[in-house]
């Protein structure tokens, strides 16, 4: 049976420390847009408190959950972990997320902070304010048991950093964000420092998706928006312009 509780229940706490893997999904808000599902080592999270906790995003050819966070009015966010082996069980943890990019002043502070370790891979921070915890069973999930970490992302970023240190070739972390990390699958921006990169040296980000259904524009489908708002207000303010003269002359009837 499942259980929903407002924060972190303290008997969740050990067990999720010790969950190897999780899946983080996001989407954009608009109803165009691609839901994405992103599984992730376990190694790279923590714990701050009952309601928020943080993991580290590394860099890859995708970004689409910075992208679904940076979106004004957006930063939905769920995680989830599973449990592989013994009592089977699975947790949601629902919340709002924040990004920390890396080489910021904010990305530093919370690193020394909190004593993480930063990887030549490591791209941003992402912070979750947890408002809803799930638990339920999980009794259809089979049992897997755990051999390792993968360290071939890491080992491949080791390489890559180390050699455009060396040679002259101009290349960098911040172009390799700026050909691959600017924008979302949805056409959405992406790390802020990848698409000033991009902007500055006049980098064409990759393409994404293909075929005809391949977005070729962000298409924001929310029902109310900014320009609704002015739309409003403008209707509203002739209406009552039109409908001045004739509240005057009733107003002059009645006296009469």
Not at 13 to 32: C, D, G, N, Y
Not at 75 to 90: A, D, K, L, N
Not at 174 to 202: C, Q, R
């Amino acid at each position: 049976m499942g259980k929903f509780y407002e924060t972190v229940p303290e008997n969740l706490v050990e067990w999720i420390l010790e969950q190897k893997m999780f899946w983080v999904a996001t989407a954009p808000l608009s109803a165009a847009g691609h839901v994405n599902v992103s599984p992730k080592g376990g190694q790279y999270f923590g714990l701050l408190d009952d309601t928020t906790f943080w993991y580290m995003d590394l860099t890859g050819s995708g970004i689409e959950t910075v992208s679904h966070l940076y979106e004004p009015g957006n930063g939905r966010i769920t995680v989830m972990f599973s449990s592989f082996e013994s009592t089977p069980r699975i947790v949601r943890l629902f919340g709002h997320g924040s990004v920390l990019e890396r080489g910021t002043p904010a990305f530093a502070d919370f690193v020394k902070k909190h004593d993480v370790e930063v990887i030549p891979a490591s791209r941003s921070i992402i912070i979750v304010k947890v408002h809803q915890v799930a638990s339920s069973c999980g009794m259809s999930v089979p049992f897997y048991e755990f051999k390792s970490f993968r360290t071939t992302l890491e080992e491949g970023f080791a390489k890559r950093v180390e050699k455009w240190a060396r040679d002259d070739s101009g290349d960098s972390m911040e172009k390799y964000w700026a050909f691959k990390n600017a924008f979302s699958v949805d056409g959405l921006p992406g790390v802020k420092i990848g698409y000033k990169t991009m902007k500055e040296e006049n980098i064409t980000p990759i393409e994404k998706m293909v075929g005809p259904m391949a977005p070729k524009r962000y298409r924001n489908d929310r029902r109310f928006d900014v320009w609704h708002l002015i739309l409003v207000a403008i209707l509203s303010a002739v209406c009552t312009a039109c409908s001045l003269p004739l509240v005057l002359a009733m107003s002059l009837g009645s006296s009469a």
